[in-house]
């Protein structure tokens, strides 16, 4: 008899039992971090800790107590303008070891992760180091889908966009540090995957998964995910489907959809087809892929992704769970996800976390938004009403269920009350543990602008989602910029999706959508200082294009760029524009 899971329900309130947990355990994280990071080359010569220095020279480090009153009261809030400075430090030529040691955590890091830049500006690297775990998560919290009875696809991108190598005064180089995105660095670190034995590890398949190591080091966006899709096609046992993004197995799904004639020849002859930016691994990938007639044959009467509700359920009989990050501005596109899964197969939410950190893991598997606080770095919070400096911060037990914090980290890789920018809200607390149960809400930073008011990318999100439908107009992926065309300026939307018989009603009913979260909107529309907003429908697969050539451009692995709920960039405003079909 299979065991059903209960949803876990938050209190609302901490007991003095619960608060004390809390406190402890972060009092326990804060003193760890600190002492181990205190005599770092940042810590010791960043001008933002140095009142911070002056009080640990008069009162010392011995006294816990003192230590994490010195630190609340003393170390200011940061942000990435502090750490820029040290971090260049990576691209002196030769980049010293004695530059580079202990210059954040204790030691070298492993590797240098790259933001993936929403804001389109320059990615932001943040140095990361190997830590051994010291406290167990909640047995509850950790609690996720059962363990994989199958094959699993894993679509993942290991390779790096730059390799530092770092040098004794003698030339001697004693490490090469890869610049890449977290998830593919955190990957390395945890199998153990020097940069210097990775040719040796090629043709090799990671136990339980299905595609070769090499095809995770393709850099050529479409054909990293149409390899990677040819492997799993070719495969009918896949039992489980994990990838950063659920927006990014829409375009892996796109893609297999296009080339679905080519992608089932090559599995009926067992061949890997000519793809761009391959060639380096092409022999390394067709070690592994045989000629399959049988399977050809099966797929072939069931047809391409769109041919068919719940195609991914008949293409793989076994196939349970789809791991990805489904909320937010992701969210958009799970409808799209559900018709290609079908019912029976369920989507499960990685977790909460950064570049920065990972800070939270899912509450709920069946809950795709909520997710409760679990990390080994400490998180503070910052009222979004209040004034952003350090006097204001609040610790997990001084949070109130129903408001809104951006959250505040200090890292075991060295970040000190760095603001993160993530509004959260507090929606209780584990009944077990105490740990803060909450949604994320959206970048602080994310806004349009006008005179009248701004619009965060938590309410652009909260009104395209309230009329998208099958009547107007189903939304599977947007962006959002100011529409100054014409006079007075408005948000203009880009959007991708099938049009309803009642689409000619979408900008009303988006305006009324945004006006229900600020009555501002209305008030400016009276005065005729904005207008309705506009509607730009784009091209299918316009977005999946997007992720491509923005993270060719930026040299960032695939699976790495995000579509943003505001398009500040000009330039990439301009390549959108160019894909419109249709304005509403």
């Known amino acids: 008899m299979s065991q059903v899971l209960v949803s876990p329900v938050p209190c609302r309130f901490l007991t003095s039992k619960l608060r004390t947990l809390l406190t402890e355990r972060t009092d326990r994280l804060l003193l760890r971090i600190v002492q181990a990071n205190f005599n770092t080359k940042y810590a010791s010569q960043s001008p933002s800790l140095a009142k911070f220095r002056d009080v640990i020279t008069l009162h010392g480090m011995e006294v816990d107590g003192t230590l994490l009153q010195d630190f609340r009261n003393h170390v200011p809030l940061m942000d990435y303008e502090s750490y ?53 998560p909640p047995v509850r919290l950790a609690l996720g889908p059962p363990p994989a009875k199958g094959p699993v696809a894993r679509v993942s991108y290991y390779g790096y966009r730059d390799l530092k190598e770092v040098e004794r005064d003698s030339g001697q180089v004693v490490k090469k540090i890869p610049v890449c995105i977290a998830s593919g660095g955190t990957m390395r670190m945890i199998s153990g995957w020097n940069v210097d034995d990775d040719e040796s590890r090629m043709s090799t398949i990671i136990p339980g998964e299905v595609a070769p190591w090499a095809a995770s080091i393709i850099t050529h966006h479409r054909s990293f995910l149409l390899i990677h899709a040819l492997f799993y096609l070719a495969c009918r046992d896949l039992n489980r489907f994990f990838i950063t993004f659920a927006t990014l197995f829409i375009d892996l799904i796109r893609h297999v959809d296009e080339e679905w004639d080519m992608l089932v020849t090559c599995i009926r002859d067992g061949i890997i087809p000519d793809l761009e930016g391959i060639s380096y691994v092409r022999v390394h990938l067709q070690v592994h892929f045989h000629s399959n007639p049988e399977r050809a044959t099966e797929l072939r009467e069931i047809g391409s992704p769109f041919s068919c509700k719940g195609w991914a359920a008949r293409v793989w009989p076994k196939f349970r769970v789809l791991v990805a990050i489904s909320s937010g501005t992701f969210a958009s596109v799970l409808p799209k996800v559900r018709s290609v899964l079908g019912p029976t197969i369920a989507i499960c939410n990685v977790g909460y976390g950064s570049t920065e950190a990972i800070i939270g893991t899912f509450y709920d598997i069946n809950d795709l938004d909520t997710f409760a606080l679990l990390t080994e770095d400490v ?26 914090y951006q959250i505040v980290l200090t890292t075991r890789d060295g970040l000190w009350r760095y603001l993160l920018g993530d509004i959260v809200e507090i929606v209780g607390f584990d009944a077990d543990e105490g740990s803060p149960v909450f949604k994320h809400l959206g970048r602080k930073s994310l806004s349009i602008r006008f005179p009248h008011t701004s619009i965060s990318d938590i309410h652009l999100v909260t009104a395209i989602q309230a009329i998208s439908s099958e009547d107007v107009i189903r939304v599977y992926e947007f962006t959002a910029a100011v529409d100054d065309r014409k006079l007075p300026a408005t948000v203009g939307y880009f959007v991708e999706g099938p049009l309803g018989p009642k689409s000619h009603l979408a900008p009303q009913q988006l305006f009324d959508a945004l006006a229900a979260t600020n009555i501002e909107h209305q008030r400016a529309l009276d005065h005729g200082e904005t207008r309705l907003p506009t509607i730009r429908v784009v091209k299918p697969g316009t977005f999946r294009d997007y992720r491509r050539w923005r ?10 760029i995000k579509v943003p709920a505001v398009l500040s960039d000009c330039a990439a405003q301009e390549w959108i524009a160019e894909r419109v079909t249709e304005e509403l």
């Open 84 to 136: 820029k400075p040290f971090v260049a430090r990576f691209d002196e030529q030769p980049c010293k070891e004695s530059e580079v040691e202990n210059l954040f955590s204790p030691g070298l890091p492993v590797y240098l992760a790259v933001s993936s830049s929403t804001s389109g500006k320059a990615p932001k690297r943040f140095a990361k180091y190997r830590h051994i775990a010291k406290e167990v």
């Open 379 to 404: 998180v503070e919070f910052l009222d979004v009403a209040a004034e952003e400096t350090h006097e204001n911060i609040l610790q997990v037990w001084e949070l109130e269920v129903g408001k809104q």
């Open 551 to 560: 993270g060719e451009k930026m040299g960032v692995g695939a699976g790495q």
